[in-house]
């Protein structure tokens, strides 16, 4: 961008809490080194496994209830109705300038336009003073508009259970969103179905990796007994492995659902499984039994049953729980 007040005030905004200071360099586009070297943390090391699929991260974690109350508190209507356009600059000539551009080039090319605006609780006035204006665009145009708040009853959306944070939804509301979305696309505009073209077939793969990375492992850590564990066990896919051993007990081995080894700690054994990306290795001695996975010991509770889940196409552990006899078979994670 070349020097402007645009640009200066681009720079005012970014560098807001002074982690820039050289902003009359940044101005002029002066070379200039970043370095993290002195705030670098521990986890800045441990993201090694973490995996982006496709651009996609999932978060599934809630809003707080403190969060969330304060943008309650202002009634349900402001989270729900957007006002119409009020007094003073809804948004700046060059962000309008620049979308009457874009809707006018997709109508130019014949391309299918539709605005959406996700739901979000932190709903300030410039926030709704901007979407009400942006609507009298769209409806000067004829381009639908989605506005996620006034939708989301019919996306059966619960701020508490579907906000990551006041502006962001979590997995589980994105879920709903994209699934609203996806309804409005197939009713109103003539779709291709890409799910068995070879050139998306990347994107059949990266879903079933994030089901068995992301989801598989997540429904098993939801269950609490004991009984409707090993039931859920029996539904697994062909990739999951499961061990189920007491420490002076029996040991089982469960691929698909079914046990294809088993074991007592009454003798000494060795026992030896490939699992795709790891190896799994167990060893009873003198009684004691030690279930290992890449050199990592995984015990759970000393008195009952443990189980260790493994999924081959994720190429990692997906859970692990223990149900402790002396504490009513409770799960210990």
Same mark, same amino acid.
């Given at each position: 961008?070349?020097?402007?007040r645009?640009?200066?005030?681009a720079?005012?905004?970014?560098?807001?809490?002074?982690?820039?200071?050289?902003?009359?360099?940044?101005?002029?586009?002066?070379?200039?080194?970043?370095?993290?070297?002195?705030?670098?943390?521990?986890?800045?090391?441990?993201?090694?496994?973490e995996?982006?699929?496709?651009?996609?991260?999932?978060d599934?974690?809630?809003?707080?209830?403190?969060?969330?109350?304060?943008?309650?508190?202002?009634?349900?209507?402001?989270?729900?109705?957007?006002?119409?356009?009020?007094?003073?600059?809804?948004i700046?000539?060059?962000?309008?300038?620049?979308?009457?551009?874009?809707i006018?080039?997709?109508?130019?090319?014949?391309?299918?336009?539709?605005?959406?605006?996700?739901?979000?609780?932190?709903?300030?006035?410039?926030?709704?003073t901007?979407?009400?204006?942006?609507?009298?665009?769209?409806?000067?145009?004829?381009?639908?508009?989605i506005?996620?708040?006034?939708?989301?009853?019919?996306?059966q959306?619960?701020?508490?259970?579907?906000?990551?944070?006041?502006?962001?939804l979590?997995?589980?509301?994105?879920?709903?969103? %994209?699934d609203y979305?996806?309804?409005?696309?197939?009713?109103?505009?003539?779709?291709?179905d890409?799910?068995?073209?070879?050139?998306y077939?990347?994107?059949?793969q990266?879903?079933?990796?994030?089901?068995?990375?992301?989801?598989?492992?997540?429904?098993?850590?939801?269950?609490? %007994?004991?009984?409707?564990?090993?039931?859920?066990?029996?539904?697994?896919p062909?990739?999951?492995?499961?061990?189920?051993?007491?420490?002076?007990g029996?040991?089982?081995?469960?691929?698909?659902?079914?046990?294809?080894?088993?074991a007592?700690?009454d003798?000494?054994?060795?026992k030896?499984?490939?699992?795709?990306?790891?190896?799994?290795?167990?060893?009873?001695?003198?009684?004691?039994?030690?279930v290992?996975?890449?050199?990592?010991?995984?015990?759970f509770?000393?008195?009952?049953l443990?189980i260790?889940?493994?999924?081959?196409i994720?190429e990692?552990?997906?859970?692990?729980?223990?149900?402790?006899?002396?504490?009513e078979?409770?799960?210990?994670?």
């Amino acid at each position: 961008m070349k020097p402007s007040r645009t640009k200066w005030n681009a720079i005012g905004a970014v560098n807001e809490f002074g982690e820039y200071p050289d902003a009359a360099g940044a101005f002029f586009s002066f070379p200039y080194y970043h370095t993290r070297f002195f705030t670098l943390t521990s986890e800045d090391f441990n993201n090694t496994d973490e995996i982006r699929y496709l651009g996609y991260k999932p978060d599934f974690a809630r809003i707080s209830e403190k969060e969330l109350a304060k943008w309650e508190d202002g009634g349900q209507r402001a989270l729900d109705e957007s006002p119409n356009c009020g007094e003073g600059q809804a948004i700046t000539a060059r962000t309008e300038n620049y979308l009457r551009k874009f809707i006018e080039l997709c109508r130019q090319k014949e391309i299918p336009l539709l605005l959406v605006n996700a739901p979000f609780a932190n709903q300030v006035e410039e926030k709704q003073t901007a979407d009400a204006y942006i609507r009298t665009i769209a409806e000067e145009y004829q381009v639908p508009l989605i506005e996620g708040n006034q939708c989301k009853e019919e996306m059966q959306i619960r701020f508490a259970d579907d906000l990551l944070d006041a502006s962001h939804l979590n997995y589980y509301g994105s879920l709903k969103y %994209t699934d609203y979305l996806a309804a409005w696309m197939q009713e109103h505009i003539d779709i291709p179905d890409r799910r068995n073209d070879a050139a998306y077939e990347k994107w059949a793969q990266i879903s079933e990796l994030f089901r068995h990375r992301e989801l598989n492992g997540r429904q098993l850590k939801e269950i609490e %007994t004991k009984d409707a564990y090993m039931e859920a066990l029996k539904e697994q896919p062909d990739s999951v492995t499961a061990v189920c051993w007491e420490n002076n007990g029996a040991l089982n081995i469960y691929q698909a659902g079914a046990c294809v080894f088993q074991a007592t700690s009454d003798e000494d054994y060795v026992k030896y499984l490939n699992l795709a990306g790891s190896d799994l290795a167990i060893r009873c001695t003198d009684g004691n039994t030690a279930v290992i996975v890449d050199r990592e010991q995984y015990h759970f509770t000393e008195d009952g049953l443990n189980i260790l889940v493994y999924d081959r196409i994720a190429e990692q552990v997906i859970d692990g729980v223990g149900f402790d006899e002396k504490n009513e078979m409770a799960a210990v994670r």
